[in-house]
């Protein structure tokens, strides 16, 4: 028999809230904040500038019926009194609270010009903004992406098979991924003529170029920066203890350091100061991890110690190509690869999955399931910090 003893107020609708929030539906009176009305397909976010996908679902599709949605935004916990600040002005109680708030595009402000003419794209509203623009612009002008991570690999592609001449600008291109993958990922750049520019730093951006830090100038009538995720300010702002980037310190158990009742998930989780890689394959089994851990605390029981595999990196490459990376269960890319056609029905596959794994959870709670990682390093009592 069901009992709803505790309120568990789940801060971020993004993969890990929604996961984490449909787990602990039956156990308690679940409440999930989220500044957005629609769950955001991140891993989208590039098909929504290219025009080929809106990147959003509606939160019935993904999100339990039993959790009460709450849209605002959250300015600071109040660990002492139990109760979230909303942007609103509103508060919300907890017994437990979910801290999965994700992470943010960010633009850094040494170099200059960047703040004012760049067009980052890892939240929704950036998104939008740069599609906007997108649409400013004619399709023969050209575009600079800058940073050759997995984000902008995929714009790159996307954009360039869109139409538009592409220079991609990077110290290192695709510094995640092994030889074969990265030979697979360059030849599909090749054919659609994306130019990569490796080894120098933009030292300026103008709203009509780039300028390199060796002094050469690259065209760019729209220039999109995807070098560097950050964190939202939510943890510090609120005296909770956090890691160097920003995201909430917590134990092996995803336990806040500073308080039981403070569970992280996602990508603003960093359990031992040893975070996983910012990703939607990472966010799934944290925020499932982390409601356990509620779950555990509710029933008094120890919290098991967090402990998942990753498996690889999945790259699409315009709606035609795509690159999966098979790597270890620790993350390091292995040498063999998916590539071509494949690689992008792959990478499809994988976006359709992280939906229907969420609306399954949802629709059966618990049902969610991972592999483990047998070489993810123990703290020991000595090291871990314990929670107050």
Same mark, same amino acid.
């Given at each position: ?27 308690a ?16 976010l ?17 999100l339990?019926p039993?959790v009460?949605?709450?849209v ?25 609270l ?35 623009r997108?649409?400013d612009?004619p ?7 800058v940073?050759g ?29 092994? $030889? ?38 690259v ?5 999109? +920066? ?15 203890t ?33 975070? +996983? ?9 944290l ?69 229907? +794994? ?22 020991? $009592? ?7």
């Amino acid at each position: 028999m069901t009992e709803y003893n505790s309120n568990v107020v789940v801060v971020g609708g993004g993969y890990a809230g929604v996961m984490a929030a449909n787990r602990l539906a039956p156990h308690a009176r679940v409440t999930l904040v989220n500044p957005r009305a629609e769950f955001v397909e991140r891993i989208r976010l590039h098909q929504l500038v290219a025009g080929n996908d809106d990147a959003v679902a509606d939160y019935t599709t993904v999100l339990s019926p039993a959790v009460r949605l709450v849209v605002d935004g959250a300015d600071r916990i109040d660990t002492a009194a139990r109760t979230v600040v909303l942007t609103s002005g509103a508060s919300l109680e907890y017994d437990y609270l979910v801290y999965a708030v994700g992470s943010v595009g960010t633009v850094p402000a040494s170099v200059p010009g960047a703040a004012e003419f760049a067009y980052p794209l890892s939240e929704l509203e950036q998104a939008q903004r740069l599609t906007e623009r997108m649409a400013d612009v004619p399709l023969s002008a050209p575009v600079v992406v800058v940073g050759g991570g997995l984000t902008g690999i995929e714009t790159a592609a996307e954009l360039a098979e869109a139409g538009r001449p592409v220079a991609l600008v990077t110290d290192v291109l695709g510094p995640s991924l092994a $030889a074969g993958g990265l030979r697979s990922v360059t030849k599909r750049l090749a054919k659609l003529r994306v130019s990569v520019i490796e080894g120098s730093a933009v030292a300026r951006v103008f709203d009509d170029r780039v300028v390199l830090a060796n002094g050469s100038e690259v065209p760019s009538a729209v220039t999109v +920066w995807t070098a560097g995720f950050g964190v939202p300010g939510l943890a510090a702002a609120s005296g909770l203890t956090t890691d160097a980037l920003g995201r909430l310190l917590t134990d092996e158990t995803l336990t806040s350091v500073d308080d039981s009742r403070v569970v992280a998930a996602g990508d603003a989780a960093s359990p031992s100061d040893a975070p +996983w890689r910012m990703s939607c394959q990472a966010a799934l089994p944290l925020g499932a991890q982390a409601a356990n851990t509620v779950l555990a605390r509710m029933t008094g029981e120890d919290p098991a110690a967090v402990n998942h595999a990753m498996a690889g990196q999945c790259i699409s490459l315009g709606r035609k190509a795509g690159t999966f990376q098979f790597a270890d269960v620790d993350d390091t890319p292995r040498r063999w690869y998916v590539g071509g056609r494949t690689g992008a029905l792959v990478k499809e596959q994988v976006c359709r999955l992280t939906l229907k +794994w969420l609306r399954g959870e949802a629709d059966k709670p618990g049902s969610y399931s991972w592999k483990t990682n047998p070489r993810r390093q123990q703290v020991t $009592a000595a090291q871990a910090v314990p929670a107050q």
